[in-house]
């Protein structure tokens, strides 16, 4: 008998048990792991968030005064007809059914069916989202585009200090843009290059000049508030010891800039703009209906106005859902640009 032998039978059976466990051991600190738990609390949130955003549509139509249907059809519609149409609509059911039916119809799926033309409320948001998503995108690209290289270029010329009346112009001509709302600026271009200038289409989709107004009327106030941080972000940056150290090193001006100050300094403008995102997806509502643009905002504005809720119902969740998507998406893309915050919040 050798010692590790007698060491066993002395120390009785029950010490091989925590030896006989390893499997929980690795799945305890698996869970215990910053990113498991950074992923499992940004999905729990996720779900919490698409439940009340699904409960808040279902409840939006049964919340609005007087008869949906009655409102739709119209108030030469007879009574046989509306009866009918809440029939077929399932409105005569109760709350509690209707409400298990609406989630099982979701899952698979199915929004519902409009009320003033009979199509899948599905096949309506088809047609229409992939302009909205078009016209978003460009607008936040080229918010991003416009607003990272003269954030950071004004940061350089104004360190220290410097060109006080140059810092002064920036700031007044940001804030003054950013103030503009969308639909009001849109019709500003469209008067000045529409109409008096005739150098753009003043409505519907087409071509990539029909892009170029309702970009700019989304982009400019995005843009001007996302300079003024990425200023202000690199201006505390450029103070830091890694970048003194850079300079000591005599690295190039590209160098320290790029490679160095713009990677640090951009954190906080994309959570910016993250934001910002979000916000132009619920801002072509005012300007697709100023250019005739054939996307959501104009088909969610025309429903309301026949009074087809369950178009309405059914854009609403696809808004929201975008919304929530993109703050995830954001908040996965600050977890990787800088891991520790994902550490801090476990």
Known sequence: MNAQTADRLLAGPGTEQPHALPGLARVRGLAEHPWVRFAVRRLTRLVLSVWVLVTAAFAMIHLIPGDPVRGALGMNASQQVVNLRREQLGLNDSLPTQYLRFLR????????????????????????????????????????????????????????????????????????????????????????????????????????ASYVLPVLSLAAGPAAVLARIVRIETLSVLHTDYVRTARAKRLPPRTIYLRHALPNAVTAGLTI??????????????????????????????????????????????????????????????????????????
């Not at 509502?285 to 250019?291: D, I, P, Y």
């Open 105 to 208: 119809h979701l899952a698979g799926g199915d929004l519902g069916t409009s009320v003033t033309n009979g199509l899948p409320v599905s096949q309506v948001i088809g047609d229409r989202l992939p302009s909205t998503v078009s016209l978003a995108v460009a607008s936040f690209l080229l918010a991003v585009v416009l607003s990272v290289p003269l954030g950071l270029g004004m940061a350089v010329l104004t360190r220290g200090g410097r060109r006080r009346r140059g810092e002064l112009a920036f700031t007044s001509a940001s804030v003054l843009v950013a103030a503009v709302p969308e639909f009001l600026l849109a019709v500003g271009l469209v008067w000045v290059f529409g109409v008096r200038l005739a150098w753009f289409p003043v409505g519907g989709r087409g071509g990539f």
């Open 273 to 346: 703009g993250g934001l910002m995102l979000s916000g132009l997806v619920a801002g072509t509502v005012l300007v697709e209906n100023v250019f005739a643009w054939p996307g959501l905002g104009s088909t969610i504005v025309q429903s309301i106005l026949s009074k087809d809720y369950p178009v309405v119902q059914g854009v609403v969740l696809v808004y929201g859902t975008g919304v929530l998507v993109v703050n995830v998406v954001v908040d996965v893309a600050l977890a990787l640009l800088d891991p520790r915050s994902a550490i801090r919040e476990s």
